[in-house]
């Protein structure tokens, strides 16, 4: 199973982007899926989750409001769409699948597949 992140990029404060990821060799559609950070010096910290089915997402209190998960099973993709940037929210963003949708949001590692980061910069 191969997870391809993309759509990261270098932005001011109050700007928008959308990470995509698409994931290619499994049948997507029987995987939760995860978005995760990492900021410079710092752990990686759990972003947002959605269940196979679309229909259960779960977020971190910081981005709550801001940022919504979304997925597309036709496509094989789950979206972040990330609003009201701030410079805090800057990071090496991964994506990850598993099967568990619960274990996305209760643990940080161990998620059998992951996709390479892509950078978000928000400045001030």
């Known amino acids: 199973v191969q997870l391809q992140a993309s759509g990261g990029g270098s932005v001011q404060t109050g700007a928008s982007l959308r990470l995509s990821c698409v994931v290619s060799?499994?049948?997507?559609?029987?995987?939760?899926m995860g978005w995760y950070r990492q900021a410079p010096g710092k752990k990686r910290e759990f972003v947002a989750a959605?269940?196979?089915?679309?229909?259960?997402?779960w977020y971190r209190d910081s981005v709550k409001g801001r940022f919504t998960i979304s997925r597309d099973n036709a496509k094989s993709t789950v979206y972040l769409q990330m609003n009201s940037l701030k410079p805090e929210d800057t990071a090496v963003y991964s994506c990850?699948?598993?099967?568990?949708?619960?274990?996305?949001?209760?643990?940080?590692?161990?998620?059998?597949?992951w996709g390479q980061g892509t950078l978000v910069t928000v400045s001030s």
């Open positions: 959605i269940d196979w089915s679309g229909r259960r997402q």
């Open positions: 060799g499994s049948t997507f559609s029987v995987y939760g």
């Open positions: 990850a699948a598993d099967r568990d949708s619960d274990s996305l949001v209760a643990t940080l590692a161990g998620h059998p597949y």
